[in-house]
């Protein structure tokens, strides 16, 4: 069982930066590929970024590729979000999740376990 905390969200101003970061528990976090996904108003939860197991392979979607970067720390069990250059089409619930793999994936539904969210609002 791993449990999720995310925190780091609010609102900032377009071009901006932001860092979110997700503790973890459990002690198996190491095993675990870690993702951040989005979730705007009305619409679905959409893939941000995936890092593998040890950190080697990173993903992320086309819309935050060069502005935004994933990094973990297994001694820490936390695995975080940095957010550059933020556009208002940012502006979302964001979530980290766990999934029981050493290998990335871009499907929400391929995940085990999430986070309750945090708020992120790119202002104009």
């Known amino acids: 069982q791993v449990q999720l905390v995310e925190s780091g969200g609010g609102l900032v101003q377009a071009g901006g930066s932001l860092r979110l970061s997700c503790a973890a528990s459990g002690r198996t976090f190491s095993s675990y590929t870690m993702g951040w996904f989005r979730q705007a108003p009305g619409k679905e939860r959409e893939f941000v970024g995936a890092l593998n197991w040890s950190g080697g392979s990173t993903y992320y979607a086309d819309s935050v590729k060069g502005r935004f970067t994933i990094s973990r720390d297994n001694a820490k069990n936390t695995v975080d979000l940095q957010m550059n250059s933020l556009k208002p089409e940012d502006t979302a619930v964001y979530y980290c999740?766990?999934?029981?793999?050493?290998?990335?994936?871009?499907?929400?539904?391929?995940?085990?376990?999430w986070g309750q969210g945090t708020q992120v609002t790119v202002s104009a």
């Open positions: 999740a766990a999934r029981r793999s050493l290998y990335g994936s871009r499907r929400p539904r391929e995940y085990d376990y």
